[in-house]
């Protein structure tokens, strides 16, 4: 492992954050191009974990601390990050809606997120649908995406998306909805932009909004 | 072989699991009917009966099912369901005598749907106290020791006696919540044992029974432990080995799931009382021991 990015990458991998913060501390200091580290680094980590998720090879623990690790080199990465390099890709309100306290599938998606490279803001669990309004009013982010796990809180999803269309915020965002009831007819009819069925299929959704 | 001193409420009517749905979406009641006779065989002492949103669009559905269940099997029923008119009316329809004379159990109380505790007086009933949150300052937060666990299930149990919603403290079972361990880097599992062993040693609980479901437990998990044992079902075993003693006695969980306790030196159960005294990245690593060769 002699190409430092490489290093760097494989670390943030493996979980391993304090060797993943000092192989990039001496990357920099050795010179190398920190927009680089940042996308040979860091999003191609991520997006190596987040396919061994899907796949299978990888569980929940692994995609964790991964994801932790690059929140740790992050910070050091940054204040060198210059032009192109230091802007996010995208920015996205994330939350699990109201009456809904389930938080894995949602942090899962935030983590992706965050590995590819785009500026999340996490609102929790619970979240009320004016909440979500007053939310993309002030961060002004390309999506919204919500998370709900029960048959019961489903509905929520449909009040939100009407409390934005109401705000007059509908046609600014991108709406995506996941969760294990979800199905892609009801995404279709709540009027949500798509539905993915896992964490990996959301960031290309995410991807191709902005790619195209 | 069960385990002497544990209660099973058996979970599987519930849409959550995929083969019950299908039984919902064609309203397949002989096939609902027989996974409840295949959980009364299997050992459960009462069956918890989860409609779904059928039940909330149509309060007879839920009637329904709990008329063709009560007519093949005569175990207690758990009712779950948040919505006050549909278990006002399925608690109307409950018929003891084929229990046994048993009463019916709510579920769920907390303090989130309080109102849910005066289906208490529709008729004599048991309930489960739902203790991993509670309202504060208009709001409900999350527990977050298992100090406020035993202090929102007592103060649950006091008020419910006092205001005369139950017979005794045999009517009420402590839910104390069961984290997945593959995302608890907050001790929530530590949280939910310490609230267990609390309420389990507190003599103005004594007779209160303590429960929870270990279906959270081991999601997101692969199938088999570093040792190639059945890593969900060992660590279900494992839960159960730490919090009997503590004065865990009663399970949502599955009849035929053949629960035990396992022996000091099982794999499984030294590395989950390692893990669930750990916290953040620490936590997560340990748990990718339990199921990662080295």
């Not at chain 2, 309060?59 to 175990?75: G, S, T, Y």
Request: aromatic share 6%.
């Amino acid at each position: 492992m002699s190409d430092p990015v490489e290093t760097i990458k494989e670390w943030v991998i493996k979980g391993k954050k304090n060797e993943a913060v000092a192989a990039t501390r001496d990357a920099l200091a050795a010179g190398t191009d920190p927009g680089s580290i940042m996308k040979d680094g860091l999003i191609a980590a991520m997006s190596v974990v987040g396919q061994k998720y899907s796949s299978g090879e990888f569980f929940l623990p692994q995609m964790m601390i991964a994801a932790r690790a690059m929140t740790e080199v992050i910070p050091v990465l940054k204040p060198h990050l210059v032009g192109e390099a230091a802007e996010s890709r995208g920015k996205a309100v994330i939350g699990t809606v109201q009456g809904d306290f389930h938080d894995i599938g949602k942090n899962i998606v935030r983590m992706m997120l965050e590995g590819a490279g785009y500026e999340v803001v996490d609102l929790g669990v619970d979240v009320p649908a004016d909440k979500f309004v007053e939310t993309v009013r002030r961060e002004a982010p390309q999506f919204v995406l919500m998370s709900a796990l029960i048959t019961l809180t489903m509905e929520s999803m449909r009040r939100t998306i009407a409390a934005l269309e109401a705000a007059g915020l509908r046609s600014v965002v991108k709406i995506g909805v996941g969760g294990a009831p979800l199905t892609h007819k009801f995404a279709a009819e709540i009027g949500a932009d798509f539905y993915s069925e896992d964490a990996y299929g959301c960031v290309q959704r995410c991807n191709d909004y902005i790619a195209a | 072989m069960p385990i002497p001193g544990l209660t099973i409420i058996g979970e599987r009517i519930n849409p959550g699991f995929r083969s019950t749905q299908a039984l919902f979406d064609d309203e397949d009641f002989a096939g609902i009917q027989a996974l409840a006779v295949r959980q009364a065989q299997a050992g459960a002492s009462y069956l918890n009966v989860n409609a779904g949103t059928k039940a909330l669009k149509d309060p007879h559905f839920m009637v329904e099912v709990v008329r063709a269940i009560q007519a093949v099997v005569d175990l207690p029923l758990s009712l779950d369901c948040p919505d006050f008119a549909v278990l006002k009316t399925v608690l109307e329809a409950y018929d003891a005598a084929k229990a046994k004379g048993m009463k019916p159990v709510i579920n769920s109380i907390s303090e989130s749907r309080w109102e849910l505790a005066e289906l208490m007086k529709v008729r004599p009933c048991k309930a489960i106290l739902m203790s991993s949150e509670q309202e504060r300052d208009g709001r409900i937060v999350p527990n977050r020791t298992g100090e406020e666990v035993h202090e929102v299930a007592k103060r649950k149990v006091k008020r419910l006696l006092a205001g005369g919603y139950a017979e005794g403290p045999d009517d009420f079972f402590v839910d104390v919540s069961i984290a997945t361990l593959a995302a608890d880097t907050e001790g929530l599992i530590k949280m939910a044992l310490e609230g267990i062993r609390l309420v389990g040693a507190d003599p103005d609980m004594a007779g209160v029974h303590v429960m929870g479901g270990l279906s959270n437990l081991p999601q997101h998990l692969p199938a088999k432990a570093a040792d190639g044992s059945d890593l969900k079902y060992h660590l279900e075993c494992a839960f159960l080995t730490v919090a009997m003693p503590l004065g865990f006695d009663t399970v949502l969980g599955t009849p035929w799931r053949d629960y035990r306790l396992l022996p000091d030196d099982n794999f499984v159960l030294r590395e989950f009382r390692r893990i669930v005294e750990l916290r953040e990245s620490d936590a997560l690593m340990a748990v990718v021991d339990l199921y990662q060769e080295p």
